[in-house]
């Protein structure tokens, strides 16, 4: 019933370098906004709806995730420049949570990867959770964290990996 969103999303893909790249400039709206009208859905099949919080107005959802509420991303690090970009901020926040009848989860990533790694290794950044929730009201969520994993099965923190410094391969090649 879709086939023309899923080929329009195939044509929409091939103009960019990378799937990183295209997901990065996708804007996921919920299916009222496709060419075709998807049907009503069938009391026993799971769906799930991916908005951005532009197009959440007015809508109402049983549970709402949302993703990277940190300082950074959620106020945005490009929106902090004045005060009334940081109340614009806090107010989509506030519109996004108050998308959710039933549940709502903010989720705090502990840190990030950055994509442009530096020459030996991972590089990463701690995140800090938004200043829209401050202390004061943390004990109003549940905090869930990953499980530690079995005991006598490694952990992934553990895992070690050889460095390996490309730049210095690919230099290598030139002499």
Same mark, same amino acid.
């Given at each position: 019933?879709?086939?023309? #969103?899923?080929?329009?999303l *195939?044509?929409? &893909?091939? @103009? %960019? !370098? ?7 400039? =996708? ?8 060419s ?34 940190? #300082?950074?991303?959620?106020? *945005?690090?490009? &929106?902090? @420049? %004045? !005060? ?6 806090r107010? =989509? ?72 410094d ?10």
């Open positions: 019933m879709r086939r023309a #969103d899923l080929d329009q *195939a044509r929409i &893909a091939a @103009g %960019h !370098a990378t799937r990183e790249r295209f997901l990065t400039e =996708l804007a996921l709206d919920p299916p009222q906004a496709s075709d009208e998807a049907g009503v859905p069938h009391r026993d099949e799971d769906y799930l709806i991916l908005s951005t919080i532009h197009s959440a107005k007015g809508q109402e959802w049983n549970a709402v995730s949302i993703l990277n509420v940190v #300082d950074g991303c959620m106020p *945005a690090d490009m &929106a902090t @420049g %004045h !005060a009334a970009e940081i109340e614009e901020e107010r =989509l926040l506030y519109v996004a949570m108050t998308r959710a009848r039933d549940s709502l989860n903010l989720l705090v990533p502990q840190r990030f990867y950055v994509t442009q790694q530096r020459t030996f290794g991972d590089r990463h950044l701690h995140a800090s959770r938004s200043r829209f929730v401050p202390a004061a009201i943390e004990g109003e969520f549940e905090c869930v964290v990953p499980a530690p994993p079995p005991p006598g099965e490694p952990s992934r923190a553990t895992e070690v990996t050889a460095v390996i490309v730049g210095a391969l690919l230099r290598g090649q030139w002499r």
